[in-house]
């Protein structure tokens, strides 16, 4: 009993940590639940079918800046369009035939899912691949070729009409200046850290309980926020030049360090608070004083060092954020040299990840996503039960390179699924008998719509947000009339199931993808772009600016992809469980080397270009 109550004890203290407030996530909720209000109404009003879908797929875009809302909407909705074109031109040039529509559903599949791998614009090649099918299965149903074309050009008006609210409500309250934002959020951590190791270093006689407790109150804010905000305001400005040119290089880096820190912080907070931290002073001024260096606008090394004896957990915090003054102070980059560089050039035209065609990953995962999503489409035709087509869309969404990820997003995907169509089929049995205007609905789905967007901006649990979204609305909005039965969700998580069940036997059983190997995959990716800007420092800097930005979004990228996998080996089940998680622990670190490297060098050629630029011709 004691050992059942302290798991339940802590998974309730990790959900409410998941679903804690933090700064601006209240502001984003209610911009997404406002749009998904209007596009609702609108929808109403005008009679445009198709509008569950682009509800739910309102939550993939990126909602926080007008610019980046602007461009992954416009990301979204060519996607979506395009693959409306190509399904149409293939079933034109094939007659529709049902072989060619499924060589027709398998070769988009294989390129979306090679795309997705090898490129720097998943996103766009996973709408892609998502519509394409949508568009394509959309003719198994043997209707009029003008009802399937009319339908298909419905659902690309939904998804545009969302576009249009999500840009309107963006524009009208998103956030402008998000480089000075991220600055300050940066500078608020930081000397957050400064105040609180101050007043541990104060000793436990003369610091106030409940002065520690508000300290340790606020650091655990910011460590259940994560780096979800720092990074959301870190990509408004990645693609741009000249938020580019504002944000210092390795700033990404640094996020995931200052993260590390402040999570590290709060565990020796609650010792300290209990007791099982030993008093270490000197130690604790240290770290108040290396946080007040890094929060001051000087560069310059911090010299002192903890004592031999300090405890282990603060030479953990003092690793992170000696790496963090590392990376700020390896090369004194002024922003006016930045811009130099950058100015020229808006973004990288390249879209390709580093040996994207040399290494064989790419197409390995592309023949597993499709070796699944075609089983799938196989199965529900066979079956011909239409109602479970979400078994592909749980393969095309979740299909994660490796096993670990996929178990998690699997989870995820299910867990949402399955509280979405609950709070559906609450809806269609007790509320839609109730209700007998739109002002009603619009109330429903506002309430649905802020819980989804809530968790959706939690730092783990996220895609969790998205399929309450999803589960939801395909369940309580297949028209413009009360939806009257029940089966459509057990249709939904029937299909859910299987293709969690066909995913398991191929990317689990029959083709496994351990974490540690995708984190060696990364490392080797990320070594090979020090190699590049080494390459480039030693032949001719000059017009590497393009390259460059190329290069920084590639290390992004895989920066991310090592947050995600960092959670995701905790769902590597198996008897080989704990070597692997050491295995990938070792090597995550040894990215984060790599990383630096990375970073150090980057800086180097910037400066370097800069003064050539600066020379006579």
Known sequence: ?????????????????????????????????????????????????????????????????????????????????????????????????????????????FVSAFCMAGTTEPLFFTIFGFYGFVFLSAWDAHRSASAIVATSLFDLASLGLVILCANAVEYTFGTRHPADELRWEMLQRLQLLSKFFRALSQGSADISPGELRLLQNALMQYGNASDVRMNELYDRLRNTREGLARVPIGTHYRIGLLTRAIQKSILIGFGFLHGSQREDRASYRILAELC?????????????????????????????????????????????????????????????LPNTFQSPDAAVYALKLTLAATSCYVLFNAFAWPGIVTCVVTVLFTGLSSTGAMKQKQLYRFSGAAVGGFLGIATVSLLYPNMDSITSLTLVVAAVSMLSAWVMRSPRISYVGLQIAFGFFLTALPGFKPAMHLEPARDRIAGIALGILVMWFIFDQLWPMRTAAALESILHRVRKTC???????????????????????????????????????????????????????????????????????????????????????
């Open 531 to 617: 190699e590049q800007v080494k390459r480039a420092a030693q032949k001719d800097v000059a017009g590497s600016g393009s390259e460059l930005i190329h290069l920084r979004n590639v290390v992004s990228l895989d920066l991310v992809s090592v947050q995600q996998l960092d959670s995701a080996v905790y769902f590597d089940i198996g008897r080989h469980q704990k070597r692997e998680l050491a295995c990938s622990r070792r090597l995550i670190r040894q990215i984060e080397v790599a990383a630096a490297e990375f970073y150090a060098d980057a800086l180097q050629l910037t400066h370097d270009e800069a003064d050539a630029e600066d020379i006579p011709g």
């Open 1 to 109: 009993m004691p050992a059942t109550f302290s798991r339940k004890s802590l998974f309730a203290s990790l959900l409410g940590g998941e679903l804690a407030p933090y700064p601006g996530r209240l502001a984003g909720s209610l911009r997404d639940t406002l749009a998904i209000c209007i596009a609702l109404v609108i929808s109403m009003a005008l009679q445009v079918p198709g509008l569950a879908l682009s509800l739910a797929l309102l939550f993939l875009l990126q909602r926080e800046r007008p610019g980046l809302t602007l461009k992954i909407s416009l990301q979204v909705f060519s996607a979506a369009a395009l693959s409306l074109a190509a399904s149409l031109l293939w079933v034109q040039i094939t007659d529709g035939t049902e072989t060619a529509r499924f060589l027709g559903v398998v070769l988009g599949i």
């Open 292 to 352: 007040d260096h890094l929060s001051s606008s000087e560069s310059g090394a911090f010299h002192d060092r903890l004592p031999a004896g300090a405890a282990s957990n603060l030479q953990g915090v003092f690793l992170e954020l000696r790496q963090y003054a590392e990376s700020r102070d390896t090369v004194a980059v002024s922003r006016q040299q930045t811009a130099k560089v950058y100015g020229g050039t808006l973004r990288s035209l390249q879209i390709f």
